[in-house]
């Protein structure tokens, strides 16, 4: 089946707005064995959307339309669609109650406007939005079926799962059931996975698609099954996951939805122990990953930030020094395990080969384990590399695990 991806709005067309909703639809949409054709971004032009809307039905099978559903002026897609399937608009009265009521619920009253978001194509098929107020609908122009569903993420997320792709399914005759396995690793690059997992599908004749993701610092790796039922696919499933853990090992840091945040809160949580941070250079990223996980208002009791190494008493850094601010922020903060990240950055203006010298503490009641890198690759590089660092090395110390095994992004 032949998928096409229509985003419209003149801030994604004009780069404004950075378009991550395309990415998040065409891998969704891969991973459950459809294919994306054609990918098109559309302004808030009627001549040029009504325009880009036929040219769709004609070469698609099915059309994802990606925005245009709000209460302004410049969100046409309603309209459109309309005059593309030449009949009228019409109140979709049950929308409009809906409307009313969550914005009765929240003790609003709803502006005028917003009425123009329960207006549909005649004979539209309604497509639920649980968490918002655009109201998602289908349509069929020219050849192909059109599914429009709106802007917001995480309002078009949900329904591009729950609604659309169970449709797109049924429309393409694709049956049986889809699972993505995910592992999140830190440490390792794109190719040195590959080198290691590369035969991962013959294990299993093909069956299983294996991908790859790079988001710096991490690299999440995917395995990709169709099969006639869950328990099939998990009986199939299961060896290849234990494969991948066998050989990505310590470097494995989350699965699926998890994150490194949260498997160090969760792994401290089911411990009983509590933690406080220290960091400098790094602007409170390090705080900032673990403040706002469920749960963290029990374990993580204090998180200093510095710009300077003097703001910790220390005169210079090095190891020592970390296991120093460690040991102190462990015995004022009464916490049972302090972390102290401590960035030494490269003078000069930022660049690709600009480098920082990491030093990382870990302390508790046994001690403190020490650990120091060499990151390269402009300041931003370095921070994002550093925090993650500082986060395993607490994952590993709690797991158990070396914290000195040597990642590819070091540089001696």
Known sequence: MRVEILCTGDEILTGKTINTNYSHMARRLGEVGLTVHWGTTVGDDRAALLQAFRQAGERADAVIVNGGLGPTVDDLSQEVAAEACGVPLVLSDYWMTRMEESYARRGRVMPPN?????????????IDNPIGTACGFAVTIGNARFFFTPGVPRE?????????????????????????????????GESRADAMLGDIAAFQDGSIKLGFQAHYPELETKLAARGDSEAELAARLAPVEAEVRRRLGNFIVAEDDQSLEGVVL????????????????????????????????KIFKRGVVARQPAEFGIAELSPEAA??????????????????LLIAMDEGADRPDLGGTIFIAVADQAGTKMRQARLIGGRDWVRAGAVELALDCLRRHLLGLPVDERIDFERR
Not at 114 to 126: S, Y
Not at 266 to 292: C, I, Y
């Open 323 to 340: 296991r120093r601010v460690a040991e102190n922020l462990r015995q004022q903060s009464r916490a049972s395990q302090a972390l102290a």
């Open 266 to 297: 969760q792994a401290l949580q089911t411990r009983g122990l509590t933690l406080a941070t220290a960091e400098t250079v790094s602007g409170g990223h390090l705080a900032a990953r673990l403040a706002p996980q469920a749960g963290a208002d």
């Open 156 to 188: 078009m997320r949900r329904m591009l799962d729950e609604q659309v792709i169970p449709r797109l399914l049924k429309l393409g005759g694709i049956t049986g059931v889809t699972r993505l396995k995910r592992f999140h690793s830190f440490g390792i």
């Open 114 to 126: 917003n009425k123009k978001q329960a207006m549909l194509p005649q004979d539209a098929e309604f």
